[in-house]
């Protein structure tokens, strides 16, 4: 076995336990934090298949932005209303019965998939994605920069009213 694929074995059962901590944690604050290095360890399996786009992005959007939001969230109201942020609903049979299911079914697709590994070297990805969303794809990416812009607008004036309201 080769140091990169052990490497990857060793992210994906980190992620994996990262994961099982968010799943099955009462506490709140654990679970966003668990969900921290559940999104990091996502990111370094991102980046070991060479998909380095992909890796920067979910470092970026998930791990630096939603989660940063999460935590400030769960901290902020647990401070304001005195209260203890813990799930007060935990049904742990259903969930496991649900959590089986979507594994068996998982095995079997991959069972069915016939896979087939190719031996290449990695290359970067985001020099293609690049050249694409400045040449072929300009007008659908700069339509979705407008679009956001009027969504983030948008947001800033309901937010506004309602705090003057």
């Not at 060793?10 to 099982?20: D, G, M, Q, R, V």
């Not at 007060?88 to 969930?95: I, L, P, Q, W, Y």
């Not at 007008?139 to 948008?154: C, D, K, Q």
């Amino acid at each position: 076995m080769r140091p990169a694929d052990l490497l990857f074995y060793l992210f994906a059962a980190l992620t994996f336990a990262a994961a099982c901590v968010v799943v099955f944690s009462r506490n709140l604050l654990y679970a966003a934090l668990a969900l921290l290095f559940t999104l990091a360890g996502v990111a370094a399996l991102y980046g070991l298949l060479g998909a380095d786009f992909l890796a920067v992005t979910q470092v970026l959007v998930y791990v630096g932005g939603i989660l940063v939001l999460i935590l400030f969230g769960v901290m902020f109201t647990q401070r304001i209303y005195d209260l203890k942020a813990e799930a007060t609903s935990f049904k742990r049979v259903r969930a496991a019965l649900i959590g089986l299911v979507t594994f068996a079914v998982l095995v079997a697709v991959g069972r069915a998939v016939p896979w087939q590994v190719e031996e290449r070297a990695l290359e970067p990805t985001s020099v293609g994605l690049g050249d694409l969303l400045l040449s072929r794809y300009l007008l659908p990416f700069e339509a979705v920069s407008v679009l956001l812009l009027v969504v983030l607008i948008g947001a800033v004036r309901v937010g506004k009213k309602e705090v003057e309201d």
